[in-house]
């Protein structure tokens, strides 16, 4: 196998992430046409999403959607801005502090209900 | 492949490839903004429980917020599915198997164009649509 470095790694995360959120777009976009099918229906299948296990499944997708936006962005540098490509593995460390703050921060919005946290953001005030 | 001088190497003979090239780097920052906010909107300012018919009534009685989700929709499909037409054309190499699956590519992208698209347009308000946030069970 060839044993390449961060740039081998990054280009491999990011078509991973990449087929991820697609296939999760994929779900999405039929489960935002449950609203064809009128309140009932569609309030059940939201509900369905806020429920822990699938919570904890998103947060696979916010971490992979955060990745591929910022590496996205490393790579639009590295195309567009000639001496990038002496800093690329300097903007991947960067790349993955990102990831894992911006991760941290709406990873806890999407857990914390789970555990009964009220974060004001319930606005019928359940 | 002839490759432009002074950047990087990058499809330069003017035909779908450079397109695409193009596309996904214009796509992909227009999603930065569109996606972000999506998901501030629907995870922090809301929670996802109270992402209810409701607030999509609410939501979606300014057209402004159709036209937002539309141009997510379309930007975000076509950039995901270009980059899957990309994977299949890495991996896969026999003719049939190529031409079988592109084209199944391009029908799954057109149907999915198709039914978002009718969502965003034919949503419409209804008499008692419950409660902004329902009842969830964890």
């Known amino acids: 196998m060839y044993k390449g470095q961060s740039g081998m790694w990054s280009w491999l995360f990011h078509r991973i992430a990449g087929l991820g959120i697609l296939l999760f777009l994929l779900v999405h976009i039929v489960d935002i046409a449950l609203l064809n099918?009128?309140?009932k229906v569609y309030n059940e299948g939201i509900a369905l999403f806020s429920t822990a296990p699938i919570r904890i499944i998103?947060?696979?997708l916010v971490a992979g959607l955060f990745f591929h936006s910022f590496n996205g962005v490393r790579i639009i540098l590295i195309d567009f801005w000639p001496k990038a490509s002496r800093f690329q593995g300097t903007m991947f460390l960067i790349v993955m502090i990102l990831t894992i703050l911006c991760f941290l921060g709406l990873g806890w919005f999407i857990i914390a209900p789970i555990f009964g946290v009220n974060l004001g953001?319930?606005?019928?005030?359940? | 492949m002839r490759i432009s001088s002074g950047y990087g190497a990058r499809p330069?003979?003017?035909?779908?490839?450079?397109?695409?090239?193009?596309?996904?780097?214009?796509?992909?920052?227009a999603l930065i903004f569109?996606?972000?906010?999506?998901l501030f909107l629907n995870h922090v300012a809301t929670d996802v429980s109270c992402t209810s018919f409701q607030l999509v009534e609410i939501r979606y009685a300014n057209p402004f917020w159709r036209l937002y989700d539309w141009l997510l929709l379309i930007l975000g499909l076509l950039h995901g599915m270009n980059g899957l037409r990309i994977v299949v054309d890495d991996y896969v190499h026999a003719r049939g198997w190529r031409l079988s699956l592109q084209s199944l590519l391009a029908i799954v992208t057109l149907v999915f164009l198709l039914l978002?698209?009718?969502?965003?347009i034919t949503f419409h308000t209804v008499p008692n649509p419950g409660l902004i946030c329902p009842t969830t069970h964890f």
Request: cysteine-free; charged content about 5%; overall charge neutral.
């Open chain 2, 34 to 38: 569109l996606a972000i906010i999506h």
């Open chain 1, 121 to 126: 953001n319930m606005p019928a005030g359940m």
């Open chain 2, 116 to 120: 978002g698209t009718i969502t965003l």
């Open chain 1, 37 to 39: 099918f009128g309140p």
């Open chain 2, 12 to 29: 330069a003979g003017g035909g779908f490839e450079t397109f695409s090239w193009y596309f996904f780097r214009v796509s992909g920052i």
């Open chain 1, 58 to 60: 998103t947060l696979a």
